[in-house]
Nanobody, 123 residues
Framework: QVQLVESGGGSVPAGGSLRLSCAAS????????MAWFRQAPEKEREAVAR???????YYADSVKDRFSITRDNAKKTVSVQMHDLKHDDTATYSC?????????????????WGQGTQVNVSS
């Protein structure tokens, strides 16, 4: 059974930092593209950060230079460090795993999803 379990969400003031982590089980983690998506009310789901199985990273323009995605294949975890958070970063953040290569930005390309963790940034 595949499980992706996120942790690390919470409430921070604008300008603050958070680190989200996702622990995977039931998959050959190193073979997967891993991504963090977010969705805010009345907005489309957005791929904010992706890391390919060959460690190449991709970021949405809205988070470039503020977010950093990393993976630990031995621990089967993927994390995103978020700095200089803005009110517009408020959303539910979910990690996702895809067999595809390279990492796609389309949510439909992802095979497995976590339940999500809430990030609230107060202005």
């Amino acid at each position: 059974q595949v499980q992706l379990v996120e942790s690390g969400g919470g409430s921070v003031p604008a300008g603050g930092s958070l680190r989200l982590s996702c622990a995977a089980s039931g998959i050959d983690f190193s073979d997967f593209c891993m991504a963090w998506f977010r969705q805010a009310p009345e907005k489309e789901r957005e791929a904010v950060a992706r890391i390919d199985r060959d460690w190449k990273t991709y970021y949405a323009d809205s988070v470039k230079d503020r977010f950093s995605i990393t993976r630990d294949n031995a621990k089967k975890t993927v994390s995103v460090q978020m700095h200089d958070l803005k009110h517009d970063d408020t959303a539910t953040y979910s990690c996702a795993a895809s067999w595809g290569h390279p990492c796609a930005a389309r949510a439909s390309s992802y095979n497995f999803w976590g339940q999500g963790t809430q990030v609230n940034v107060s202005s």
